[in-house]
């Protein structure tokens, strides 16, 4: 049974930094695509930033974090993680994280075949 469980989230000021971690089982997220995402209220959920199955390794970025957010593999903890720096009052969101089964990764939330349950992220100061 694929299952994907997000942890990292919190609250912090602006300019803070947050690390997100998505961690599977029932799989081996190295040979998947990953995707983060993020859904604020009363917004449609938007793709963050997404990494290729292990032999593509390409990744993605929204203009909007650009420069500020990075994904990583740690295939050994069979993790992703998103490093989030200089966290902005527009990036508050649930950020989820998902995977599909083609090994080539999509920012478009309609193209993730599993996704987990999300963590909540805050920026006020």
């Known amino acids: 049974q694929v299952q994907l469980v997000e942890s990292g989230g919190g609250s912090v000021q602006p300019g803070g930094s947050l690390k997100l971690s998505c961690t599977g089982s029932?799989?081996?997220?190295?040979?998947?695509?990953i995707g983060w995402f993020r859904q604020a209220p009363g917004k449609e959920r938007e793709g963050v930033s997404c990494?290729?199955?292990?032999?593509?390794?390409?990744?993605d970025y929204a203009d909007s974090v650009k420069g500020r957010f990075t994904i990583s593999r740690d295939t050994a903890q069979n993790t992703v993680y998103l490093q989030m720096n200089n966290l902005k009052p527009e990036d508050p969101a649930v950020y989820y994280c998902?995977?599909?089964?083609?090994?080539?990764?999509?920012?478009?939330?309609?193209?993730?075949?599993?996704w987990g349950q999300g963590t909540q992220v805050t920026v006020s100061s």
């Open positions: 998902a995977t599909r089964i083609p090994p080539k990764c999509s920012l478009g939330p309609n193209t993730q075949d599993y």
């Open positions: 990494v290729s199955s292990v032999s593509d390794g390409s990744t």
């Open positions: 029932g799989f081996t997220l190295t040979y998947y695509a």
